[in-house]
């Protein structure tokens, strides 16, 4: 039997997740599923809680949430001084922020209308928008060249 499905819809974010049969869990695995579901969750009513879609992402929730709440205080101190937001300071608070807590390599583009085409590490990518800024994170592997 299929297991119903339920939408939460705001503003675009559309998340569909499946319910649970009360079925017994395997006891390998069952605690990371359930903690993954919960931190997908919390993730979902922050977005929605901030005004953000999430567009696409290749990246740990913990790390998503860290660049969704800089990039939300980033836009909120602009608006309550009066100036419109600057993408160039949201780009550079991101990439220094993911730099110095992640390691180097991060690029961060923000603006209201880019194109991009990147190929980034596994567990790198975010792309989200706040209000009209769409935010593309994305982290590549360094290599040292040794001569």
Known sequence: ??????????RNLNVTQKHKQKQPLPLTGAAVSRSIH??????VSLAISFNIRLRSADMPFSMQ?????????LLDSSTAMRRRPNPTLVARSLKKEFDSAYGPAWHCVAGKSFGS???????????FSADSLF???FKTEVHVISR
């Open 135 to 137: 935010v593309l994170l």
């Open 1 to 10: 039997m299929e297991k119903p499905t339920s939408q939460i819809t705001h």
């Open 65 to 73: 949430e860290r660049a969704l709440r800089l990039t939300r205080a």
């Open 117 to 127: 085409f990147v190929t980034h590490s596994p567990g790198g990518f975010l792309y």
């Open 38 to 43: 919960t931190e997908e969750l919390k993730l």
